[in-house]
């Protein structure tokens, strides 16, 4: 079974505009690139990646198929605006074979929306299409949302990026729990275990902490549903790619689900 990086992203400076990306990281101003990454996963053992989308416009997709012609990028996480299901049904008509997947950035936003009918029809032909729902759940109230969809529609594969915002250098563990045992309670939500900007923008990093958190997460959800994610380039803002990476598969023991068949699967890789 490879070793599946769950979770990256490419990108040149200066063409598109990173409204998710505060001011004061300029180590994120330049191009990010498979020439750049592949020799690290080289080094860290890593076999092949899930690539994802990190602006929300059309053109975010155009770039997407270019990059998806990476020989280790196995699939893409593509853009696809949910709070507009007519343009949305539109874009999927474009997506060819290398979209395993859609995303859209919600940040902070209250998200009532997800279930209006219109907005549960095109996650419902997300189902139809085996296409998985990314969706980076900060608060409580965000997983209340992303668990009636869960609830309503048990076909369709959601996947949690970033442990669900970790307490990680704040706050106790009680509310991230909660929120991992609700989120975990429907056999459709996966878990991707990596860390956020949300969380690397103010924690400095810390392996005594990090890792009983993983384990949380991993023994909450189960090995057949966390897949083990970079979050590279954002995760430079702490770690280097190979020492991220190492600490994480050190912190899920090795497991072969978490590293490979999950994302494998659930992508359908």
């Known amino acids: 079974m490879p070793i599946v990086d769950a979770h990256h992203h490419f990108w040149r400076a200066g063409a598109q505009h990173q409204s998710w990306r505060p001011a004061d990281t300029p180590e994120l101003e330049r191009d990010f690139e498979s020439a750049e990454l592949a ?9 092949t990646t899930v690539l994802v989308e990190h602006v929300d416009e059309q053109a975010e997709n155009v770039r997407l198929r270019e990059y998806a012609t990476s020989p280790f990028v196995a699939g893409v996480v593509a853009w696809l605006p949910l ?32 279930t209006n009918s219109d907005t549960l029809d095109v996650l419902r032909e997300l189902a139809a299409r085996s296409l998985t729902w990314d969706v980076v759940v900060l608060s409580d109230e965000q997983a ?28 106790t563990w009680d509310g991230w729990t909660a929120r991992l045992d609700r989120l975990a309670s429907y056999p459709n939500v996966a878990l991707k275990v990596s860390v956020g900007l949300d969380v690397l923008t103010s924690w400095e990093w810390s392996g005594d902490e990090l890792a009983p958190c993983v384990e949380h997460a991993v023994s ?9 994610a970079s979050n590279w380039p ?18 899920v023991s090795h497991d ?13 890789l």
């Open 39 to 47: 020799p690290l996963m080289a080094e860290a053992g890593v076999d």
């Open 83 to 114: 709070n507009d299901p007519p343009t949305a049904l539109a874009e999927l008509g474009r997506f060819d074979a290398s979209f395993r997947g859609v995303r859209f950035l919600i940040g902070r936003n209250p998200l009532a929306w997800l």
């Open 144 to 171: 209340a949302q992303v668990c009636a969809v869960a609830e309503r529609l048990p076909s369709l594969r959601i996947v949690v990026c970033h442990l669900a915002r970790p307490p990680l250098g704040s706050g």
């Open 220 to 228: 909450t959800f189960g090995t057949e549903r966390c897949m083990l």
């Open 234 to 251: 954002v995760i430079l803002l702490r770690r280097g790619y190979v020492e991220s990476w190492t600490e994480l598969a050190s912190a």
């Open 256 to 268: 072969p689900n978490v590293l490979g068949a999950t994302a494998t699967h659930w992508y359908r």
